[in-house]
């Protein structure tokens, strides 16, 4: 039986090209790629093709359409002017002082920051809290579960609640988001989600909504009197819906068929409960006991302190006895806790990397013997201080990205939010720790630019009589650094050399070469 | 005083050079008379382009229609480019035999 090799097809070919076009600067490559296509005709040509568009001869002719990759690279490289200035400028950037490290991280970490602030899901994380929280304050979740965007309990428990459990808590307030829709006095509507909520929701987030003012009788938002019904309009609303109208309290608008005034309108970003809403239909509790009893909601509530033995400062369980006999246990999250769970986690993470740290790389950071010239405290103390900046650097930029990951970017559901941001910032904070230590032992401590020309250094059969290793040589000339092939009692880690100033002189004249080249290049 | 100093060339770039020179004017009859895979010699053109040694010039779309084929583009040695293979012809002297060109072939 004989077996035919599969021939790949006119298409496989071009799709090889296309993917190198990629390769190649955005100017040239319509061009670079009519070059190749033309080319590959006369390939095809030469070869035969089969049916359906097959090349016999396929090996050779995927060589072919492989060399447009390093075609297309060549072309990257050594594109317009321009884009040879932006090589040359990444090349510095690469060169590796600690200033521009420095400030590599420090934008980093902003535009981390940045990004963060732009996710409409992550920007929470990142602003003060917008009113006044304590350990006090808590949501109730039916079951335990930490954080759910659904709502867990029934406006039966809560109206009971109300009436028999006055002993535990100072404050209880209920709210149903569901979708629903806004009519304006105009005729302009919208569709949206509305959370119908008792009338103290605001209050006990220290944000009270006023009463509508009576109007004069000539006012056109008189004809209604006060009392009812009232809504509270987040901004987005007002200024969409309403085109920002700064008259707008005391306004009536049609809210899910029911009249209502508008009483407020609240602060951007100044929603952070669970559950979506950009709009609270505020009723008393004679409305809200219209709603069947067990329809679902959130319950926000302040706990009194000497109820609760153990001061909340994150979570606890209530367990509540049902008329039926059966008990139910309901979770107690403290909202300042919902909000520092990110960074908590984050902690938690830190505290995870710092453990396994030194399972994946070396703490110490080599031998730094005092020669015949001490360095300078300042000097010294530099090198440590750079260390610090970019631990220090290399933490925010692993928070701010593992948030914007975990809750902006791919806004996993909860809990797989929280082990994705877990799994993100402990790799983070491993690899930018473990790169950090890497990176700090591979600069001179004079200047903290990166060592350069590593060359090898003896011979394995030589490990007994004399080091070898690699050897590292520091630009400016201030000394050698020796890194052991083979760690040995008396060559355990890398060493520093440090060079006396007679060296100096032919560090000039090569630091004197090298800035002539970097000119002439920048000249290209 | 300054001496006008010749650029010199690699043994392939040569190779490529003297293919194009012998009538090779296409990237990849290039690769065949020279058995050069295309990644190398695709960037070399495109290096001897920049370094003004040769020059590229797409053919009549008419004539490439007329065959039924997409147009070509190909390439042509200049004056500098004559003087550098001439002076890698000093420097590899088995060169012109291995890949001959039309004139000498004719003379």
Request: hydrophobic share 45%; charged share 20%; net charge positive.
């Amino acid at each position: 039986m004989t077996h035919r090799a599969r021939v790949p097809s006119f298409s496989f070919y071009l799709l090889l090209l296309r993917l190198a076009a990629w390769l190649a600067p955005g100017e040239a490559r319509a061009e670079w790629l009519a070059e190749w296509k033309a080319e590959l005709w006369h390939v095809g040509r030469s070869h035969g093709t089969g049916m359906a568009g097959a090349f016999r001869g396929g090996r050779r002719v995927t060589a072919f359409c492989l060399g447009a990759f390093p075609d297309a690279l060549w072309l990257r490289r050594n594109g317009s002017g321009r884009r040879r200035m932006a090589a040359w400028g990444l090349d510095r950037m690469r060169s590796g002082s600690a200033r521009r490290c420095g400030a590599l991280l420090a934008l980093g970490a902003a535009a981390s920051l940045l990004l963060g602030f732009r996710l409409p899901a992550t920007r929470r994380f990142f602003l003060p809290e917008p009113y006044q929280t304590d350990s006090l304050l808590v949501t109730i979740q039916r079951g335990g579960s930490e954080e759910t965007p659904r709502p867990t309990v029934r406006l039966g428990d809560y109206l009971s609640w109300r009436t028999d459990a006055g002993r535990l808590f100072t404050g209880l307030a209920f709210y149903q988001p569901a979708m629903g829709r806004i009519r304006t006095a105009t005729g302009r509507s919208a569709s949206l989600p509305i959370a119908r909520a008792s009338g103290n929701l605001f209050d006990l987030l220290h944000h009270p909504v006023p009463a509508i003012p009576a109007y004069p009788a000539d006012d056109h938002r008189a004809s209604d009197p006060p009392g009812g019904a009232r809504v509270v309009l987040s901004r987005k609303v007002w200024r969409d819906l309403f085109d920002g109208d700064p008259g707008i309290i005391g306004r009536v608008a049609d809210v899910s068929g029911e009249r209502a005034r508008v009483a407020g309108v609240l602060p951007e970003d100044f929603w952070r409960l669970p559950g979506q809403a950009d709009a609270w239909l505020l009723e008393d509790s004679r409305t809200l006991r219209q709603l069947p009893d067990d329809s679902p909601g959130f319950v926000l509530a302040r706990v009194r302190g000497e109820s609760f033995p153990s001061a909340i400062d994150g979570w606890t369980y209530m367990t509540v006895s049902q008329r039926s006999g059966e008990t139910e246990r309901f979770a107690c999250i403290s909202i300042s806790q919902q909000a520092r769970q990110p960074l908590s986690l984050a902690l938690f993470a830190l505290f995870l990397a710092g453990l396994a740290l030194p399972a994946t790389t070396a703490l110490a950071l080599g031998e730094y013997p005092v020669g015949r010239y001490p360095l300078a405290r300042a000097v010294r103390a530099r090198r440590w201080i750079f260390l610090a900046v970019k631990l220090g650097l290399v933490a925010p930029i692993v928070f701010f990205t593992s948030v914007d990951l975990a809750y902006g970017l791919c806004q996993a559901p909860w809990p797989v939010s929280i082990y994705l941001q877990l799994a993100s910032s402990f790799l983070g904070f491993l690899f930018g720790f473990r790169w950090a230590l890497r990176d700090q032992r591979r600069r001179c401590p004079v200047c903290l630019q990166l060592l350069t020309n590593p060359a090898q250094v003896g011979q394995d059969s030589r490990n007994f009589l004399a080091w070898h290793g690699a050897e590292l040589i520091c630009a400016g000339g201030h000394g050698l650094l020796h890194i052991p092939e083979m760690p040995t009692s008396w060559f355990s880690t890398q060493r520093w050399l440090y060079l006396d100033p007679s060296w100096r002189g032919l560090f000039d004249e090569r630091r004197a070469g090298l800035a002539k080249n970097g000119a002439a290049r920048a000249g290209c | 005083m300054a001496v006008p100093t010749e650029p010199r060339l690699s043994h392939t770039a040569a190779m490529i050079l003297q293919a194009i020179h012998a009538g090779q004017v296409y990237g990849f009859s290039v690769m065949e008379v020279t058995g050069l895979p295309s990644g190398t010699v695709y960037p070399a053109m495109r290096r001897m382009e920049r370094d003004g040694l040769i020059a590229s010039r797409w053919e009549q779309p008419s004539i490439a229609e007329a065959e039924l084929r997409p147009p070509r583009k190909y390439y042509r040695l200049t004056r500098t480019g004559k003087t550098t293979l001439d002076a890698a012809q000093k420097r590899y002297p088995l060169l012109a035999r291995m890949i001959v060109s039309a004139e000498t072939e004719g003379a």
